[in-house]
């Protein structure tokens, strides 16, 4: 083992390479946030973040522009997220066992889609990835320029849009409303909020961020597409959103603390502990579960958590 | 849910118009299902007809062909019921995968290390360690949804991922064959352990009998004071503590069963199937087993017709890619549909209704 390995170098790397696996998973627990936040629980965001990878990682490659892929990711997590709306609201039925079959679609059709487009390869297609881009100035600063401003164009845009959610949340009238919707739908109604619409916009916002969440990983991670290739990162974003008690702000830290985990198990390997490189890989699954059971005993859940609303007397 | 919410009563009336109506409306979303997925073959310029052709050759175009629809139906079903026990109590399990991971990892160790003691007592400690192995698997996520409110559907999925490297590490590691040129797989079992096949030339062995008594015993389940307990219990927890039920414990209690369940699913792959312990012994069927027991509507029998079909469709699709190149992936999409549409159908039945 090489312990002198561990230097300074090494460490930013490490917190740099933090950041950058953190934010596939923050934009689909932010997403998320506000979907628990209306109400309602989408168990479907493993295979809408698979979709989005498919759908970006196509989108990119036919086109040859990244932000087509981006684009394409949306729209695909939007149609996904309503159709877990179909469902969750207007169908009403169980939105566990409804999430698990928008999992188990999303996986099985983006392998389909994957080996329909591009058929059995012995080499992978391949797209070029979002470069990086030092914000001037700032990323000079040291450690921490190199951990926060030498990273890519949407590991920017996803820690501004941390921000822009926790406003939305608890400073717009939207957010209100998203919220009231989310604890008391029965008040909501009667002071005239749409709860079903309400709860679409959440599946919504939900659905596009968890998307793009995915199609992070071929457009600004790796480079390729793999069948399965989020590997519970839609799992692990849940538990964040419960970890960090519907807060985006305490999502961030959530994140961030689950991307070191990711991050470390790489580095280590790096560092050829005794230890086999398939135990490390465990170490954000066991961190998960870890973390789930610290913070679930007084997590306050949304009062009407995926409960479907039917107004009274219907 | 629809699937669950069946009256609690302890004896059963027969009502053959439901029966007919779920017979009639889980077909017609199967139905609907493999049209969703003749659609996509043919936007893809594909022809469907040759593809579902080539999957029910595959299924049930010889004796063999049928034996081995029957040996994948075999873990399926075990699965489901391992899945409907835990889903009937509103624990939604999804960690099957990893459940038949350690019963075969467990059961494999256990035929290894104590390979000198008498057939009669091996064998059935090989089972035991399948069945303990799945067990204590689902009861972690178990006693920690009881005791620490942590919710299973992460905590089961997590365990999947983490049984999947403990499979990698330990069949390139402790377990691996000396003798095996570094492949990642265990050692071979004793012949003696085996377990017999039912028809010769065939790989369908004892273990689908085993899933057969498995469903028998379900059907009788329901009926003891423990299953109604269980599905008290999925009903409400005010209610169930109202009688004076200990749900906590009740909730670690079905959780530990459905996950032994599945460890003996992972028991029978390597004593019928694959007679030591790969990487891929799990590979899919932990969901495809959910996907059955939603179909079979968490009835042992209905389970029993829609692991049958599942099984068909995975051995007709293998057969499918191989001969029309139509993917496997296909059966994978058709299942995610079959949830969807026989979730979708109580609504689309209550629209047509008014």
Redesign the interface.
Known sequence: MNLELITLPFIVGWMAASVRLATPILLAALGETFTERGGVLNLGLEGIMLMGALSGFVGAYATGNLWAGVLAAMITGILMGLLMGFFSVTAKVNQVVAGLGITILGSGLSTLLFRLFFGLRTIPPTIDMFPELPVPLLSRIPILGEVLFKQNILVYLTFILVAVAQVVLFRSRFGLALRSVGERPDAADTRGIDVARMRYIGLFIGGALAAVGGAYLPLANLGIFWTQMTAGRGFIAIAIVIFSRWNPLRGLWGALFFGATLALQLSLQTLRLPVPSELLLMLPYIVTIIALVIVSRRAEFPGAFATPYTRSGE | ????SQEVSTRPQINWKAIWRNVYQAGLSVLAALLIGAL?LLL?GRNPVDAFASLWAGAFGSVDRFAETLVKATPLLMIAISVSISFRCQI?N?GAEGQIILGAIVSTWVALTFKNLPLVLLLPLTFLGGLLGGMSWSL?AGL?KAY????E???T??????AI??L??VV??PMMDPQGFNFPQSPLIADALILPRLIPGTRLNISFLVALIMVALTVVFWRTTLGLRTEIVGHSHRVAKQIGLKVALMIALVTGMSGALAGIAGWGEIFGLHYRLIEEIARGIG?LG??VA?LGELHPLGMLVSAFFFAALVTGGNAMERNAGV?F?????????V??LI??R??FFRKAAK
């Open positions: 849910m629809t699937a669950t996509l893809n939604w999804i972690i920690l620490a409110q942590a919710n559907v992460i905590t999925s997590m365990l999947n991922y983490i490297y403990l990698a590490y390139h590691g969901s959910i996907v939603l993917p992936a296909l059966v994978d999409v058709i299942q995610g549909c949830i969807l979730l979708a109580s609504y």
